[in-house]
């Protein structure tokens, strides 16, 4: 089958060349998509779903672990292959944490009817994501000489840790809002560290040019 006619669910369609491909795209579409739901809600009273700690806490949820995961994953996927000099990553264990990601959206947003289990899940697959994300850079960034890019794993690191701690309150029925506050701390962090290394890696082009 050509990559032209191929379904976007094969591996050999254009959606998986590259890693942040399919990762941007989610991205792209949950960023419309919580927009025009959280919009509906302060307008027109929509509905949205009754996770618990309310509809605050799944607008801040999937806003920092929905549609920012998504995005700094495509983004890591890609760059660390570049900062490294090493090949890219392939389609497989990509599908993977796309699927993880899915997962994690459908278990969230199902908690409101089944709390336990939609929690379980969630905490499962974005925990199992964040720490397939580690697993994929921590050998490439390990053995970089210097390791001069080790601190996005650290990052990620510091990210599954009050990923983690949100899910346990949540599940405990605390809520879990200071993980929230938490979590734009870590984003920003990665934010800072990101730039550094695409500012480093433009000022060098533009010296050696």
Do not use: K
């Amino acid at each position: 089958m050509s990559a032209a006619r191929a379904v976007p669910w094969s591996p050999a369609h254009p959606l998986w060349l590259c890693p942040f491909r399919p990762f941007f795209m989610l991205a792209l579409v949950a960023g419309w998509a919580l927009m025009g739901l959280w919009g509906g809600f302060l307008l027109l009273g929509w509905p949205l779903p009754a996770v618990p700690g309310g509809p605050f806490v799944w607008h801040a949820h999937e806003l920092l672990l929905g549609f920012a995961l998504a995005g700094a994953a495509g983004f890591v996927l890609t760059s660390v292959p570049e900062f490294t000099r090493t090949p890219a990553f392939g389609a497989r264990p990509v599908r993977v944490l796309v699927g993880l990601w899915l997962a994690g959206r459908l278990g969230f947003w199902c908690s409101g009817w089944w709390p336990l289990a939609g929690l379980a899940v969630a905490a499962l697959a974005q925990l199992g994501l964040i720490g397939g994300l580690m697993g994929l850079l921590a050998p490439r960034l390990l053995r970089d000489p210097g390791r001069r890019h080790v601190a996005f794993l650290w990052a990620l690191a510091l990210l599954a840790f009050v990923a983690a701690g949100f899910y346990v309150d949540a599940l405990r029925g605390v809520a879990p809002t200071r993980w929230l506050h938490a979590l734009v701390g870590v984003w920003m962090g990665l934010i800072v560290i990101a730039m550094s290394r695409i500012s480093m890696s433009i000022v060098n082009a533009s010296i050696d040019a």
